[in-house]
């Protein structure tokens, strides 16, 4: 290959990064941080660069927020020589498992999800969450549970036929964004010198508040999310410790955002998810557009 | 060969400029506790700042424009590359962690996450959603085709008479030295608006110091930016303002589509700035058939 050959396809690989993300490419970086390529680079592959994890020690004494900014861009979450941390702002998972929900009247129904879709995006905050439930002896229900801002809906299909929600929806349905992997992640670098470090067995724990709720996360020895804990004033559920655990991370896409590929939700030690995860994407196209038959809120309050 | 190697640089420089421009897009709203990497690149026009007038009375919007560098802001257009006697080229590329593969990946994050999207109708989400994971097929830029309005974005070049401006484009393969006419003060072209093409057909006239430039009449066979999946009908309807200040200039884009949009998608505005250069003129394109290349060498 002539070294034409190599510039053009170094540079068309960058033109094109969703399937780039498996090419090794064969490059070298300069002292002023210019990437050199052409013939004399070095190979240079996902393997090779191999990050080295600060010690939880060393990572409580920079403080929470050099701790946290490190553990996002483990997470996936900065971005660019300027560590944009925004960049990485909707995330989509499908996965398939089983849900435990009560009802109104105090009573658990128990289903199969043979299929959930569950975006979200970090910033308005807003979430919708498709989903396929069969329970015991009933037909498969279909649901699509939404909320952006400070509103709930429910649509029949995606983005279409909304009905309203009570706003207590909202905030039920925008918890378990935060109870996320890259949610809390998102949350605990809003939280900024707020948060709290501490060392639990060697594991770095992150702890910070999100509307007043306390929440916790115990961090993996690679940085992510392995238990995150967050005590709740539900509607549902009352005054309920959500606990949600990860395991089994797995860069799904090659654009080095790791996910777990295992994630259980309990409420007050009840297991109410329990999935295994078949796919995640980063950055998705979704959006949220309000129902017409719901009041206009001018604009969803970021966090 | 020139060309083509000029080209490469473009497309390198380009993937830089792409990454700016895409940060720049921050949430609105976000607590500045996130970075957006926003402040150190984003330099508009000073709206205090006098626009130059032409003998006509017309505010003068004739010369060389340049998209904004990330490395100076300056407008200038320097690349900031060398070639190596070894035959390498040193590009100053956004690599966080070293090497091609995090500038590739983050680039690739930072573009999928720009906050300002098209708000299409919930029946074509999954269309744009397939586009664009299909892109490298699926983007007209890879057949070749026209880029298309509004997708070839701001003139490289604009040449001003009293009734009609006329458009010049350069750097991209697909826009392959494109060009568009812009008469003044005059309705659509009802011939033109039949033929539906990739440009549409464009009218211009002046609200104060701003051009405003009308256009419709588009085919369907275009996208509105580069590998998103941000496809439109032939009801598409583009609406740019450009607005001189000094030797810099805004340019707004507002696209409207009510086949597929819930409503008008607003782009960020971006800033062109004057070439200094009395002689500054725009390269000749290399034919898009020469960049094509085999995709398995990419994959």
């Keep these: 290959m002539s070294t034409l050959q190599l510039v053009l396809t170094a540079a068309l690989t960058l033109m094109l990064p969703s399937v780039g993300a498996a090419q090794q490419s064969s490059t070298k970086e300069t002292q002023q941080g210019a990437i050199v390529l052409g013939p004399s680079a070095p190979g240079n592959t996902l393997a090779d660069r191999k990050t080295v994890i600060p010690t939880t020690e060393e990572l409580i004494k920079r403080g929470p927020k050099v701790a946290v900014n490190i553990a996002a861009e483990e997470m996936g979450m900065v971005r660019l020589p300027q560590r944009v941390t925004t960049a990485l702002n909707t995330l989509e998972f499908q996965a398939s498992g089983t849900m435990a929900e009560m009802g109104a009247d105090g009573k658990w129904s128990d289903y199969r999800v043979s299929k959930l879709i569950f975006g979200m995006d970090f910033v308005i905050p807003a979430c919708r969450m498709e989903m396929e439930l069969v329970g015991s002896g009933t037909r498969k229900q279909h649901e699509i549970r939404v909320a952006a801002g400070k509103q709930a809906w429910d649509e029949e299909k995606p983005g279409i036929d909304g009905k309203p929600m009570p706003d207590t929806a909202a905030v039920e349905r925008e918890r378990l964004i935060w109870l996320t992997p890259q949610g809390a992640t998102w949350a605990a670098m809003l939280a900024g010198d707020k948060a709290v470090l501490s060392n639990e067995g060697g594991r770095l724990t992150i702890s910070f508040s999100i509307d007043d709720e306390p929440v916790k996360v115990l961090l993996n020895a690679q940085l992510q999310p392995e238990r995150i804990e967050m005590q709740a004033h539900s509607s549902t559920y009352g005054n309920t410790v959500f606990v949600a655990t990860y395991m089994g991370y797995k860069d799904f896409e090659g654009y080095l955002v790791p996910f777990p590929t295992k994630m259980t939700y309990k409420a007050g030690g009840r297991t109410i998810l329990d999935l295994d995860v078949k796919s995640q994407i980063s950055n998705p196209y979704v959006i949220f557009p309000r129902p017409s038959t719901m009041r206009s809120e001018a604009a969803a309050k970021p966090r | 060969m020139k060309n083509l190697i000029w080209s490469c640089f473009f497309q390198l420089f380009s993937a830089l400029f792409l990454a700016v421009c895409v940060s720049a897009q921050a949430p609105t709203g976000v607590a500045t506790s996130l970075s957006s990497g926003r402040d150190p690149v984003y330099s508009p026009a000073d709206p205090k700042e006098a626009t130059p007038h032409r003998p006509d009375g017309q505010p003068d919007l004739d010369g060389v424009w340049t998209i904004r560098t990330t490395a100076n802001n300056d407008g200038g257009g320097n690349l900031p590359s060398v070639i190596e ?127 405003v430039v009308d256009t419709i009449g588009f085919n369907d066979e275009t996208w509105l930016t580069a590998k998103l999946g941000y496809f439109h009908s032939t009801d598409l309807h583009v609406v740019e303002r450009f607005t001189r200040r000094g030797n810099k200039m805004e340019y707004q884009v507002t696209v409207d589509d009510p086949k597929v949009l819930l409503q008008p998608w607003v782009w960020e505005p971006r800033t062109m700035a004057l070439n200094p250069d009395p002689n500054a003129k725009l390269p000749e394109d290399y034919p898009c058939s020469e960049r094509d290349v085999d995709d398995t060498d990419v994959r």
């Design chain 2, 85 to 211: 006697k070894d035959g390498s080229v040193a590009a100053f590329l956004p690599s966080r962690k070293g090497g091609l593969y995090s500038a590739e990946i983050d680039l690739a994050i930072v573009s999928k996450g720009d906050r300002n999207k098209p708000m299409y109708k919930p029946e074509y989400w999954a269309k744009v959603r397939e586009l664009e994971l299909h892109s490298l097929k699926t983007d007209p830029q890879y057949k070749c085709l026209p880029y298309g309005v509004p997708r070839m974005g701001e003139p490289q070049q604009i040449i001003q008479q009293t009734n009609q401006l006329v458009f010049l484009y350069s750097g991209y393969p697909s826009l392959s030295n494109a060009y568009r006419v812009i008469p003044l003060n005059r309705p659509h072209d009802a011939g033109q608006l039949e033929e539906e093409t990739y440009k549409g057909d464009s009218v211009g006239h002046w609200e104060g110091d701003t051009l």
